[in-house]
């Protein structure tokens, strides 16, 4: 990065500053936010306030874990840049979590859980996060704690960890994701599709959700979730014996995604341009109906789920072998193309992940606090959003001196000829 990148900081940062009001907090956030884009192999305070000259380590541990300030008009400040940056119809806004390892029992949240990015159980801290993308630059616009229930089944371990009294209860990730979702929408950022992986795609209440407020969806989901064909029908059983059937029941019985794509045929699909050339997998895609209605008894005393909503159900064959599933409530004349590019679009927030744990130190944090992680995360954002604003605008820069240059070239030539 050139020399000057702190100079710009100062200026960019300006409408982050203004919300902050307190000079002294007007000079440590810049500060913060530089030990975080600067060098340096660890990104938690003490060694930030070592290398730089702006502040000491109480200053900058107390801007950050103790300060008396609030986060949200940062955050609302950080939604319209990004909007600016890269809002777009056409865009997405990806739904994820990622996980923060940590030792001991001590910090905010942390427990043995399920770390996707890992693969497998680690004692850790895991954050629902929501990414703003178009045109393949991911910005990272949401970060917020998921407490498991060892957690808030301990009022006195939340209330050490200052967990406020708001989030003292009992949520799982889909919903910290509506919540977030909720909180884009209001700040009127531009997005046109919402994806997020099966961890959230196979609950039936956060794809409801997603409907409910309009928005169009590609998310993933367990090849063991049941479903109908679309043109599933729905009859009335006349009962032998007994009282008369209340309710309609389909005409034949669900089977497993990965059941009902067996059959499909599959095509080549390529999505996007890579380092080494085309991205290309198998796809295939059918019109089914998700097993997620109400629940009747069966005459085998079963239960089954009705019929839902009418959605796309995709299935990648991938060239190792593995195969994933995803559904899509994307019109009924939607191409196999368009609902694989937008399911594959997903992967540009596990780049935002890994820049912001490897540039910027998001899981460097050492406190301990709901707070102090929640503001050192924000942190974060805000510097993520700075560099991708910087090599957008180089990219720019870039692009520009390059047309210059054949313009240049075809008036010293008329011809065009080479």
């Known amino acids: 990065m050139d020399a000057d990148w702190r100079e710009d900081l100062e200026r960019w940062l300006e409408p982050f500053l203004s919300r902050l009001g307190h000079k002294t907090r007007r000079r440590m956030c810049p500060a913060y936010i530089a030990g975080l884009i600067g060098p340096g192999d660890r990104k938690s305070v003490q060694p930030m306030a070592a290398r730089g000259n702006e502040a000491g380590y109480d200053q900058l541990h107390h801007f950050v874990a103790d300060g008396v300030w609030d986060s949200a008009p940062l955050e609302t400040v950080l939604l319209k840049e990004a909007d600016r940056l890269v809002g777009d119809e056409a865009g997405y806004l990806v739904i994820d979590d990622t996980a923060l390892p940590k030792k001991g029992q001590h910090s905010v949240g942390v427990a043995p859980q399920y770390a996707s990015s890992l693969g497998k159980m680690s004692n850790c801290q895991s954050l629902v996060s929501v990414t703003l993308a178009s045109r393949e630059v991911p910005v990272m616009v949401g970060l917020r704690l998921f407490l498991p229930e060892s957690w808030t089944n301990d009022v006195e371990r939340m209330t050490r960890a200052r967990v406020p009294l708001d989030r003292q209860k009992a949520l799982t990730k889909p919903e910290i994701a509506i919540e977030e979702i909720d909180r884009v929408i209001a700040s009127g950022v531009r997005f046109g599709c919402v994806l997020a992986d099966a961890g959230y795609g196979s609950s039936g209440p956060f794809r409801q959700a997603l409907s409910k407020r309009g928005l169009l969806w590609a998310v993933g989901l367990s090849r063991r979730q049941n479903v109908y064909p679309a043109d599933v029908g729905l009859v009335f059983p006349v009962a032998k014996t007994g009282r008369r059937r209340q309710y309609h029941m389909p005409d034949r019985p669900p089977v497993c995604a990965e059941a009902m794509m067996s059959g499909e045929k599959w095509r080549k ?29 069966m005459l085998d005393d079963r239960m089954q789920c009705m019929p839902g909503d009418e959605v796309w159900l995709v299935g990648e064959r991938r060239s190792t072998g593995e195969q994933k599933y995803y559904v899509s409530n994307f019109p009924a004349d939607a191409t196999l193309k368009m609902l694989a590019t937008a399911i594959k679009a997903r992967w540009i927030c596990e780049q935002a992940h890994q820049q912001l744990k490897e540039e910027l130190g998001l899981d460097h944090f050492e406190g301990r606090s709901w707070i102090g992680l929640h503001r050192h995360a924000l942190m974060t954002m805000i510097a993520y959003l700075f560099l991708q604003s910087r090599r957008l605008k180089a990219a720019g820069r870039k692009k520009k001196s390059r047309g210059t240059a054949t313009t240049t070239q075809h008036a010293s030539d008329p011809t065009g000829d080479p």
């Open 269 to 297: 699909i390529s999505w996007r341009r890579g380092t080494k050339g085309r991205l290309t997998c198998l796809f295939a895609a059918r019109r089914v109906r998700i097993a997620e209605g109400h629940k009747h008894r």
